[in-house]
């Protein structure tokens, strides 16, 4: 939303007349994108601890998550971003992003054992990217994470980022 309203408002018309790097703004916007998820995680994590949560993991597993969950919100971030560049209004950039997600977040295994879902949904819920993130950030928190889920968790992120990044230098150059 804020990077429409920018673009919006010409900010980004004088950034490209600065000699700096063209993601650069895009870099900003993802460094507080970032510090958002570690703020909002702390958050989580300090409440789940008062609580009486205890990452079996210990330290370096909640570490390992918080790594992970950079890596994520940093894949997730280039949705956002080619969002804004594509469409006008901040409204509708945050519209069509929660559109996009709520089917991911709300048919995963977040909230509900998969285990007490009907196949059909349970068949998708266990290949669902947030499923697989959901998993590997347990399992680093909890000591069980194994490699592959961990590499899985990362797929998402990592296509999003090799396939969003270059088409967002694209659509902020041709704009």
Known sequence: MGLST????GLFDRFRSLPIWSLSPFAGLMVG???????????????????????????????AAFAMLIAIGFGMGWVFIVLGLLIRTPTTVMTLGFTFLFPLVFASNIMVDPGTM????????????VSLMTTALRGLMGGGATLSQVVL???????????????????YLRR
Do not use: C, M, Q
Not at 43 to 63: D, K, M
Not at 118 to 129: G, Q
């Open 33 to 63: 994108d970032i510090l958002r998820h570690l703020i909002a995680a702390s958050i989580i994590l300090t409440i789940g601890l008062i609580l009486g949560y205890r990452p079996e993991a210990g330290i370096p597993g909640v570490l």
């Open 153 to 171: 968790a990362l797929i998402a992120p990592v296509a999003l980022t090799a396939i969003l990044a270059p088409t967002t230098l694209w659509l």
């Open 118 to 129: 009907p196949d059909w949904l349970r068949a998708f819920v266990e290949v669902n990217p």
């Open 6 to 9: 920018d673009l919006g408002k």
